[in-house]
């Protein structure tokens, strides 16, 4: 069975898209820490990230960082954090952050409650950046 990335993939579960690629899917995190947390993950399903081809892998971290590079454009914050955890849902896939300090990735922290409007807005501003960066 599908995991739930791949049916987000596969447009039967509505996204938050930040961006995409032939290869890989970034999307807004629907229980974020903070406003733009984002996930970037493969389109093809792999369930632990260190089992990913080489190639895959390092083409994947250079799309997520064009990603952080437009989550840093409209959320203040001093640096993008990166978290791979990989428990969760079994497959592959990077936690974009923004942050101040080191606590502001701590997952045991209550997760921000967004409207739609407020995921479409942060979606539509990151988004469009992402077409503009090289």
Same mark, same amino acid.
């Given at each position: ?6 049916? /987000?993939?596969?447009?039967? /579960?509505?996204? #938050?898209?930040?961006?995409? @690629?032939?290869?890989?899917?970034? &999307?807004?995190?629907?229980?974020? %820490? ?8 493969? !389109?093809?399903?792999?369930? #632990? ?13 250079? &799309? ?5 590079? +437009? /989550?840093?454009k409209?959320?203040?914050?001093? !640096? ?11 497959? +592959?896939? *990077?936690?974009?952050v923004? *942050?101040? @300090?080191? #606590?502001?990735?701590?997952?045991? =922290?209550p997760?921000?409650? %967004?409207?739609?409007?407020e &995921?479409?807005?942060i ?5 469009? @950046?992402? =077409?503009?960066?090289?």
């Amino acid at each position: 069975m599908a995991t739930i990335f791949t049916r /987000i993939v596969n447009g039967e /579960i509505p996204s #938050y898209k930040i961006a995409e @690629t032939d290869k890989f899917y970034a &999307f807004l995190d629907i229980n974020p %820490l903070v406003k733009g947390h984002t996930l970037v993950i493969p !389109k093809k399903e792999t369930d #632990y990230i260190f089992d990913m081809d080489n190639n895959d892998l390092a083409e994947m971290m250079v &799309f997520a960082k064009k990603v952080a590079k +437009a /989550i840093e454009k409209h959320v203040s914050c001093k !640096k993008i954090g990166i978290v791979v955890l990989g428990l969760e849902v079994p497959h +592959a896939h *990077i936690h974009l952050v923004p *942050i101040n @300090t080191i #606590y502001d990735i701590d997952f045991k =922290q209550p997760k921000l409650k %967004l409207t739609a409007a407020e &995921f479409e807005e942060i979606m539509n501003k990151i988004s469009t @950046t992402f =077409q503009t960066i090289e």
